[in-house]
Every structure is written in C-alpha cells, then in structure tokens.
C-alpha cells in the first residue's frame, strides 16, 4: 500500500480519535454542583439547561465529525479527487483556471454536504434552547454570501499561490509567502468596514451614559478609534459578546446589542477595558506576526511536495498539477498545524490574563468585571468546569471561573 496513503488516513483517524476521546473526558468532567462563584446567577434548573446543552452540542458535533472523517476517507480511497480533476480538465482551460475550478468544486461540495448539518445545529439545537433568532432567509443569505465572498477573496488568493508556484522556480515559497502576507494585511485593514458589514449592521453607539463613558475612558487610555459600535448580534442569537478589529483610523469596538441590553455601564467599560488592553500589550499585532511566520513556514515545507507523486498515487491521481498539490498537501501538514493551534490557543489564553490585568488596572473596577463574566457565561450557557485536556487543545480563552479566580487576586494587588 502507498506509503503515503497509511500516512494520511492514519493522520485523519489519529485527529478523530482524539477529538472523540477529549470530548468524552469532557462530558464526563461535568460538574452538576454549581460552583458557589455562581450562586445567584445561575439558579439550579438554568445550570441543568447549560449542562444539557453542552452534552446535546457535543454528542451532534460527535456525529458531525465522525460522519465527515467517514465520507472524507470513502472519498479519497474511491479516488473522487481524481474524478473531478478529470472533469475540470474536460473543460481545455490552462492550468490556473483548472486549480480554481477543483478546488471550488472541492468546497462547494462540502458547503453542500454541511448544509443539514448547520441547519440543524441552529434550527434544532440552538432553537431548543433559547438561542436562535436566525431566519431561513437570514440562514440561506449567509450561506451565498460566504460562497461569494469565498470564491472571490479564496480565488484570488489561490490564483495568485499557483501563479507564483509555476512561474518563479525555487523561490516561489518565499514569493507566495510575502504576497499573501500582503493580502492578508490588507484585508485586515478592509474587513470592518467592508466585510463584517456584509453580514451585520455596525451602528454608532447613541448618545447617553454608555457613550460618554466609553469614550471617556477611551480617551485617558489614549485609544484612538473609528468609535463604538452596535452590533446586530440578535439577528442570529440572544447570545451576547464585543470585539476589537481594525487598524488605523478603521479601529473600531464592537458591542453586541444583546450585551448592551444585559450588562450595566461599569460592566460594558470593563468589557471595552479588556478590548483595548488587547490593542495596549499588542496582542494584536503579536498574532500578526506569528500567523505571518506560521504561514512562511508552511509554504517553505509545501515547497517539498509539489508535484510529488508518491503523494498523487495515494489520491489516485492521473495527472500531476501544482493545484492538487496544494489540496493534498493540507492534509500531510494537518499535524503540524494542530501542534501551531495548541501553542496559538496557549499564548492567546496567556494574552487574556494579560488584557483582564489591564482592565482592572486601568478601570478599577474588578467586581463589575467578575459581573460581566459571569453574566456573559450564564447568557451562553458556558461551560463552566471544562476538562484540563480540553482547555489545553482548544479553548483560545481560560475558563471563566479561572480568570474569575485570577481577578480576584489582582484586587489585593493593584
């Protein structure tokens, strides 16, 4: 058997196995006593819901994975990869349209064949318990405006990728590596005001209390921004959260409505503390940096493999092309970039302590801090006693009891 095909589908398996068995390790973490931090904020048949939840997500994602990893592995041994490279290549383009027809006919059909699985995850699961607010019409639009955002911003990208990787030699890897790097930048530039409105409405926050002490504090941290934002987060869900994105003079905080609606004013100043004291340790930037050296180092160890055809026999491949390639390649580097993710959601938990410090440092405020917290975790229905394993491989934010616990030892402190 190919040797690169063992490889593979033994990476696929090993990724599923441990998202089974780490899944299972944290249901069975759950703890039905509430937490005494939670008194008075969860009541014991909510904290039963948010228990319920967590079990009725994990056993649906459960079934999600195992239903793909199977359709992905029946996939690759009947050699479908190759049946529509032979029908893409029916058409007589040139090589870069080739790559941008198999690779769109790749993710269309995965789109597709999501669809139920997304439907269902928001029609059954989040209306049962209280969340969704997503119309059909809403759900439907979401999906073609991914497909043509995808299309035109992945086209682009991947366009230029094979334009590069066939016309500029060895050094394409580092050709590649530079011009995304530059796209990737501008998009970030681009994306709150281009992007994110596409999908949401951003309305200036209007005059009142919020307002003037939001800027306020804006103001004595010398935090310069676009403004304030409402966010029409309960177009989709009564689930609440805020965020920071842009750069320059697009720099903007955006506040979900349904936060406005939940949290008093100290509350939401906390919350906008933490936001920009992402922005004052660079936290921002930092990830910047590590995803643009992440990214050269992929393409450096992609450069290894192009047009490789131990690795094209294990797809049943007929044809070699730099466009597969970069498909097939995906699944080798799998491993490394988990291992990428790991140490990314550790640094990023690592910067979340950092951004709590600064909010209570700068604001003064820790108790309404540790409200909006707990709050924020009982409108979702957080997971509050998540497994260790868990938390290590996936959780880009530390439990909230945890950050909770670290506040309110900054208190004796600062």
């Keep these: 058997m190919n040797g690169y095909l063992i490889v593979i589908v033994g990476i696929i398996i090993f990724k599923y196995l ?49 239903f793909f990893t199977l359709i992905t592995v029946i996939f690759i041994f009947v ?44 029609f059954v699961i989040e209306e049962k318990f209280g969340f969704n607010k997503t119309t059909i019409k809403t759900f439907i639009l979401d999906i073609i405006k991914g497909l043509v955002l995808g299309a035109i911003i992945g086209g682009i990208a991947f366009a230029g990728v094979l334009w590069f990787f066939e016309k500029t030699g060895s050094g394409a890897w ?68 805020a965020f920071f994105t842009g750069f320059g003079k697009f720099r903007r905080i955006a506040l979900f409505d349904t936060l406005i609606e939940k949290q008093t004013t100290d509350e939401l100043v906390s919350v906008l503390a933490h936001e920009i004291g992402h922005y004052k340790k660079k936290h921002i930037v930092k990830s910047i940096v590590i995803s643009i050296i992440t990214t050269g180092l992929m393409f450096f160890i992609l450069s290894f493999f192009l047009n490789n055809k131990g690795l094209f026999a294990a797809f049943k491949m007929e044809n070699v092309s730099v466009y597969a390639s970069l498909v097939f390649f995906g699944f080798l580097y799998a491993p490394i970039n988990m291992l990428i993710s790991i140490a990314g959601s550790c640094l990023s938990r690592k910067h979340e302590y950092e951004a709590d410090r600064f909010a209570v440092a700068t604001y003064k405020k820790p108790g309404s801090f540790i409200n909006a917290l707990k709050k924020l975790s009982v409108d979702n229905l957080s997971n509050l006693t998540p497994h260790p394993l868990k938390v290590f491989l996936e959780y880009s934010h530390p439990p909230v009891l945890e950050r909770i616990e670290a506040i309110r030892k900054l208190e004796g402190v600062l």
């Design 18 to 66: 441990l998202n089974l068995f780490v899944e299972i390790l944290n249901i069975r973490h759950v703890q039905t006593e509430l937490p005494k931090e939670f008194e008075g904020y969860y009541d014991a048949e909510k904290y039963s819901k948010s228990q319920a939840y967590l079990k009725e997500k994990t056993n649906f994602g459960l079934f999600d994975d195992s």
């Design 174 to 241: 580092l050709y590649c590596w530079l011009a995304l790097t530059v796209f990737q930048l501008f998009l970030v530039f681009i994306a709150p005001v281009v992007i994110m409105p596409l999908f949401n409405k951003f309305i200036p926050l209007e005059d009142g209390e919020l307002k003037k002490t939001l800027e306020e504090y804006a103001r004595q941290q010398d935090f310069k921004m676009q403004g304030v934002f409402k966010m029409d987060g309960s177009r989709r869900s009564t689930k609440s959260n």
């Design 79 to 122: 050699g479908g990869f190759n049946f529509i490279d032979q029908y893409v290549r029916g058409f007589g383009f040139g090589s870069i349209v080739n790559g941008l027809l198999f690779t769109g006919i790749l993710m269309l059909l995965s789109q597709v064949v999501n669809i139920p699985f997304s439907a269902y995850q928001t």
